[in-house]
T-cell receptor, first 113, second 121 residues
């Protein structure tokens, strides 16, 4: 499985934008880029996913590099509730591998008031 | 919708005991998953199911068994509990619709339950 590399931790101030990077230099053409987050003592929560184009939803934006070897999750205005571990995951989009998520260590995001 | 529910929330087992972790989803999702998360680590996939009657192993299936007799339920069975199985267990579900071919026509992200914290002493 292709792997992702994320910083161990990042910090932000409330109301400011946050850019969470992810490197995936061995990504294959059939891999979707997924982001999940996990708040303390809770199960993971789906945030966003994309293949090639930038994606927006109510929670965040996903910016994907043209060569797809890196991506950035953008939280436009961080709140204290956004403090969590953020996981960048490559997911095969089809075939017999479909459905599996391989979680790495993720990035611990701290948001300061 | 309740989403994905798991019972129990907490459990302490003695070495060698057995138990079943329950997972139910009410979203009519065809895919269901079991993960475990050890302290300070990411989640590891134990088993998953692509529909009723179909299950497959994930990364760490040893010591566990699953069954999927209905769309809604996906219980995880621990036989002969060992201290190495002390962990938080998460159940998840998702949907995908296939109209033939390699890629799904439509799919969702995975929805997770609140977890079961298991300690084996």
């Amino acid at each position: 499985d292709a792997k992702t590399t994320q910083p161990n931790s990042m910090e932000s101030n409330e109301e400011e934008p946050v850019h969470l990077p992810c490197n995936h230099s061995t990504i294959s053409g059939t891999d979707y880029i997924h982001w999940y987050r996990q708040l303390p003592s809770q199960g993971p929560e789906y945030v966003i996913h994309g293949l090639t184009s930038n994606v927006n939803n109510r929670m965040a934006s996903l910016a994907i590099a043209e060569d797809r070897k890196s991506s950035t999750l953008i939280l436009h205005r961080a709140t204290l509730r956004d403090a969590a571990v953020y996981y960048c995951i490559l997911r095969d989009s089809g075939g017999t591998s479909y459905g599996k998520l391989t979680f790495g260590q993720g990035t611990i995001l701290t948001v300061h008031p | 919708n309740a989403g994905v529910t798991q019972t129990p929330k907490f459990r302490i087992l003695k070495i060698g005991q057995s138990m079943t972790l329950q997972c139910t989803q009410d979203m009519n999702h065809n895919y269901m998953y079991w993960y475990r998360q050890d302290p300070g680590m990411g989640l590891k996939l134990i088993y998953y199911s692509v529909g009723a009657g179909i299950t497959d192993k994930g990364e760490v299936p040893n010591g566990y068994n699953v069954s999927r007799s209905t769309t809604e339920d996906f219980p995880l069975r621990l036989e002969l509990a060992a201290p190495s199985q002390t962990s938080v267990y998460f159940c998840a579900s998702s949907y995908s619709v296939w109209w033939g071919g390699y890629y799904p026509s439509s799919s969702s992200g995975q929805f997770f339950g609140p977890g079961t914290r298991l300690t084996v002493l």
